[in-house]
Structures are given as C-alpha cells and as structure tokens.
C-alpha cells in the first residue's frame, strides 16, 4: 500500500512545490544564521554579542507567534510564507551592501536579527498549518515525514555550506541566502490551494484561541507538553563544545560532526517513516521515542568514546524524528481547519521555549553538576517524564490510530 500512496504523494504538484519552498528557505536561513553569527564575531569579538543575536531573534518570535496564527487562520497562507521569503532576501541584501558599503554595525546586525525573529514568527505557523491543505487526509502522516526530512537536510546541508562560502566573504553568503530565497518566494507563489477567506474577529480571545484548544484536548496537550519538557531536559547541545575538547578530546571538526549527527539520525528516520508510517499503537510508540531519546542522551553523557558518543546522538536523532512526526500529524488531524494556523501558533512557542530554556537549562545545571552530570540528569529525566506522562495523559498513552 505504501508505493501507490507515495505515488499519489508526487502527485501533488502544490506540496511538491512547497516542500521545495521550504528546502531552499530552510538551507538560506541556516546559512545566515551562520553567517551573521561569524559576522557579529569578527566585528566585535564578543560572546556576550553572540548570545544578543539569539536573544533579539528569540523575544519577538515569542511575543508575536500567537498574533502570527491568528493571521495563518484568517489570511491565504502560501502568501504568508512568501511574503517571508521576501523579507529574509531583504535582509541579505541589506547585509550586503552594508557589508560592501563598510557600514556593518553591531547595531544594525542587532537590528536586522528582530526582523529575522517576527519573520519566523509568521512563517512557523503559515507553513505548519499549510500542508494539511495540500495532501489528501490519508497522507498526511507521509507528507509530514517527507516535510522533516527536508528540513534535516536543510539543518544538515546549510551550516556547511554556510562556513565553505564564509571562507570567500560574508559577501558570498549573502548573496547566496538571497538568490535562495528569492527561489523559495518563486515557488512558494505556484502553491495552490482552495483558500476561502476566514471570518475572525482581531479579538484578544480569538487570538488566544489557539491556546485554550490545546489545553482542552488532552491528546494535543499531552503530545506538545511532553516534547517540551523532554526537549528542555534532554538535550545536550549547549553542552556539545565541552564533551567535543574535554571528553571526547577531538577539535572543531569532531564537534561539527557531533552536532550534525541528531539531524542525521533525524533524516534516516524521517526515510523511514515516509515509507512505513505509524499505523497502530501511536500513543505507545511516541511515549516510547522519548524514552529512547532520554535513554541514548545517557548512553553520550557517560561517553568516552567518540565513535560511542556519534551513535547515541544518531539515536538521539532519529527517536525525536519519532516523535516530531507523530506529534505533528496528531496536531493537523486533531485541529480544525479553521484553527490550525493558531495552534500551529502554540506549537511553535513550545518548540522555541524548549530549545531556547533547554540550552539555559543546561548551562546552568552543568555548573552545579559538571557537563556529564548534567546531560545524564537530564537523560533520566526524560525517561521519567515519559513514564509519568503515561499516568497524567491516558488518552495520549492509549491512543491507537493517528485517525479516530
């Protein structure tokens, strides 16, 4: 049954279309994010101005996200994430010729990273709540996994590229992420779908909709809480330079392949699941990937095998691989249409929290317990979180099919 359906998934000339959309979009944002960081450095040599760009990135993004949903629910949302196609190649292009011109700042790098942050804050939800739209109802679950195998290519793909075309310039990468996103707005407008216009009022309690409707499906409450606390516990990260020249005793090379190897198992696993999807036991398999993933973040944080330390990343990898996909599909197929975009809203929050407070988190408790008391505290306590969670969440647990 997989190959005629995957066959029918090639022939949705608009998801086809988006997905490349979303390639050349991801792969020119992870290049600039290399390049404005690397930037930043060369001008002013300081962490703390490393740490500022993340930071004037990350507070908009979490401020306007829910407005951003309400705007996916009510607005066409190919246009929206074009429309932040275009804003991106701006700024390239602004970089650029500050560059070329010598009028680089700190400032304006600060500045233009606020616009990267409300851009993403529109562009998550737009592009969440759009594939639904674009596939039939039964093939979402494939869409979905063919989605993240994209963006784990990206996530692989784009720093790399980012760092060889750096070695010529921030120039050259500029230049790069704007001709990529301009393809990315190009294909992003061929997109199609039956789009009728939404009737909501720019309320207070329409834009926090979104928020409530996740609170009382305890399925979508369950499956976004646990990635949230599991992600915030588990992941090691952060903490990747101090195992990479203490530990493992490797240099910058041995550190970027040991930060490429959850988007690798990621990718295998994302292959695999575009071929046999989840059909039963949903809830079971997802509480078990989390598990998994606390499990392997054990296995690096004892680690003093740099081979060792690469699989359980890979592993790493792929059980998150498990349960993005499987959260994300619950997400579409429990939402309603006319909801989707704000609750791809609230989706998106939790993922930025988790990744923002997770690399805090894990700062902070490697300096009350060391770096690899730290990453296994946090390994057990995703395995815990994903036992307690069967307790608190038995309609998540329970949950058979990812259509009821």
């Not at 309400?70 to 994430?81: E, K, S, V």
């Not at 010729?97 to 700042?105: D, E, L, P, S, V």
């Not at 790098?109 to 759009?130: E, K, N, T, W, Y």
């Not at 730290?374 to 069967?390: D, E, K, M, N, R």
Request: glycine share 10%; proline share 3%; aromatic share 8%.
């Amino acid at each position: 049954m997989a190959m005629p359906q995957w066959r029918e998934l090639r022939a949705q000339t608009s998801f086809i279309y988006f997905w490349l959309a979303r390639l050349a979009g991801g792969m020119s944002n992870q290049m600039l994010m290399v390049a404005v960081g690397w930037h930043m450095y060369d001008l002013t040599s300081s962490a703390w101005d490393l740490g500022m760009v993340g930071l004037f990135q990350f507070v908009p993004a979490l401020l306007m996200t829910l407005p951003a949903g309400h705007m996916a629910d009510r607005y066409h949302r190919g246009r929206i994430f074009a429309m932040c196609m275009v804003v991106q190649a701006g700024v390239a292009l602004a970089l650029l010729a500050a560059t070329q011109t010598g009028h680089a700042t700190r400032e304006l790098i600060l500045g233009l990273s606020v616009v990267l942050g409300l851009v993403r804050a529109f562009q998550m939800p737009a592009q969440q709540a759009l594939t639904p739209l674009l596939v039939p109802r039964e093939l979402l679950p494939r869409a979905i996994a063919i989605s993240s195998s994209g963006m784990q290519v990206a996530v692989i793909g784009g720093p790399a590229l980012g760092g060889v075309l750096y070695t010529w310039g921030a120039e050259t990468v500029y230049i790069a992420c704007a001709v990529l996103l301009v393809l990315a707005f190009g294909l992003a407008l061929r997109v199609r779908y039956r789009y009728e216009p939404a009737h909501l009022s720019a309320t207070w309690a329409d834009v926090f909709a979104g928020l409530n409707f996740v609170w009382q499906h305890k399925v979508l409450l369950g499956a976004t809480t646990l990635d949230l606390f599991a992600v915030l516990l588990g992941g090691a990260t952060a903490l990747l330079p101090i195992f990479a020249r203490d530990i493992l005793h490797t240099g910058p090379v041995g550190l970027g392949l040991l930060r490429t190897a959850p988007a690798i198992g990621a990718l295998l696993m994302s292959g695999v699941l575009t071929r046999w999807t989840l059909e039963r036991r949903v809830g079971h398999h997802l509480l078990g990937a989390v598990a998994v993933f606390g499990l392997a973040t054990v296995v690096f944080g004892v680690s003093s095998s740099f081979g060792l330390s690469m699989l359980a990343l890979i592993v790493t990898g792929a059980a998150d691989s498990i349960s993005v996909v499987t959260r994300l599909t619950l997400m579409q197929l429990e939402t309603p249409e006319a909801m989707r975009g704000r609750v791809a809203a609230v989706n998106s929050i939790f993922i930025g929290a988790s990744n923002q407070l997770g690399e805090f988190e894990s700062g902070v408790s490697a300096a009350w317990l060391g770096a690899v008391g730290s990453v296994v505290a946090g390994g057990v306590g995703s395995v815990l979180i994903a036992g307690l969670w069967f307790k608190l969440f038995p309609a998540l647990a329970q949950r058979d099919r990812m259509q009821t």
